[in-house]
C-alpha cells in the first residue's frame, strides 16, 4: 500500500473541489466527510494549491480564448462602426466592449495589487539575534517578581 503525502491529499481534495463545487459533493466523491473536506480547506497551502488546480484546469481553454480575443474584438468593433448596423445592436456592441475591457483593467489591477502585497509581505527572518546579557552588579539587581508570581502570573499574593 503506498503512502499518500500531505500535498497529495490537498491536491486531490482541491481537484474534487474544483470538478464538483461544493465541499459536500467533493467529500461524497472522495468517500470523506463533510468536515473533513472542510479541515483540509482551512490548512494554508490549501488556498495555494487550489489555485494551482484552477490555473492548470483552466489553462487550455483559456488559451483558445486568447487566440480568438482579436477575432472577437474586431467583430465587436466592426458592428459598432458599420453604420448599416441597427443602432440596438451597435450600442449592445458598444456595451460588451466596454464591459469586457472593464473586467480586463480590473484583473489586472488585482494581479497588480496581489504582487505587491507578496512583495512587500513580513517573511519571518532565520537567524534571531539576541543582544548580549550584561551582568550587573549584585547590589543593582531588584526582584521584579517572586517565584510563585512567575509560575502562576494571574494569581494575586496574600
Known amino acids: 500500500m503506498t503512502e499518500i503525502?500531505?500535498?497529495?491529499k490537498i491536491e486531490r481534495i482541491a481537484q474534487a473541489l474544483f470538478e464538483h463545487g461544493t465541499p459536500q459533493k467533493a467529500a461524497a466523491a472522495l468517500g470523506m466527510s463533510r468536515a473533513t473536506?472542510?479541515?483540509?480547506?482551512?490548512?494554508?497551502?490549501?488556498?495555494?494549491?487550489?489555485?494551482?488546480?484552477?490555473?492548470?484546469?483552466l489553462s487550455p481553454p483559456s488559451s483558445k480564448l486568447l487566440q480568438g480575443s482579436p477575432v472577437a474584438i474586431a467583430t465587436l468593433i466592426k458592428v459598432m462602426v458599420d453604420p448599416s448596423t441597427p443602432t440596438a445592436v451597435r450600442v449592445r456592441a458598444a456595451d460588451c466592449h466596454l464591459g469586457h475591457a472593464a473586467k480586463f483593467f480590473?484583473?489586472?489591477?488585482?494581479?497588480?495589487?496581489?504582487?505587491?502585497a507578496d512583495a512587500t509581505k513580513p517573511t519571518m527572518p532565520s537567524v534571531i539575534i539576541i543582544p548580549p546579557v550584561i551582568p550587573a552588579k549584585e547590589d543593582e539587581i531588584q526582584i521584579m517578581a517572586t517565584?510563585?508570581?512567575?509560575?502562576?502570573?494571574?494569581?494575586?499574593?496574600?
Do not use: D, N
Open 5 to 8: 503525502t500531505c500535498r497529495q
Open 37 to 57: 473536506v472542510w479541515r483540509w480547506k482551512r490548512k494554508p497551502e490549501f488556498q495555494e494549491i487550489y489555485g494551482e488546480v484552477r490555473r492548470e484546469a
Open 106 to 116: 480590473a484583473l489586472v489591477e488585482e494581479q497588480g495589487q496581489r504582487e505587491k
Open 147 to 158: 517565584t510563585e508570581q512567575v509560575r502562576h502570573p494571574g494569581r494575586s499574593s496574600r
